[in-house]
């Protein structure tokens, strides 16, 4: 079983900034992939961010630019830097890995800013 726990969110002005981690723990063999996706009220879970293992990396347009994803291979952690954060930015952000091509989800975390 693997377990990924995320750490971070909170509230913050508009302009702020704030950094998430995910750390995955359990019978970890191969990870294939470590993103970021987040949820606000009333719309669909979207990408954020991806790194996948072959170190490419995928961002939403709307964060290109004011957010930096990156992992820690020895932690087995993936990491979200989110600065000039927006209004708009606020939603629960969800840790996602695919590990042995298998997809997991961690508990979610809120980010909240406002104006």
């Known amino acids: 079983q693997v377990q990924l726990v995320e750490s971070g969110g909170g509230l913050v002005q508009a302009g702020g900034s704030l950094r998430l981690s995910c750390a995955a723990s359990?019978?970890?063999?191969?990870?294939?992939?470590m993103g970021w996706y987040r949820q606000a009220p009333g719309k669909q879970r979207e990408l954020v961010a991806q790194?996948?293992?072959?170190?490419?990396?995928n961002y939403a347009d709307s964060v290109k630019g004011r957010f930096t994803i990156s992992r820690d291979n020895a932690k087995n952690t993936v990491y979200l830097q989110m600065n000039s954060l927006k209004p708009e930015d606020t939603a629960v952000y969800y840790c996602?890995?695919?590990?042995?091509?298998?997809?997991?989800w961690g508990q979610g975390t809120q980010v909240t800013v406002s104006s």
């Open positions: 996602r890995s695919v590990i042995s091509f298998r997809y997991y």
């Open positions: 790194i996948i293992s072959d170190g490419s990396i």
């Open positions: 359990g019978s970890i063999f191969s990870i294939n992939a």
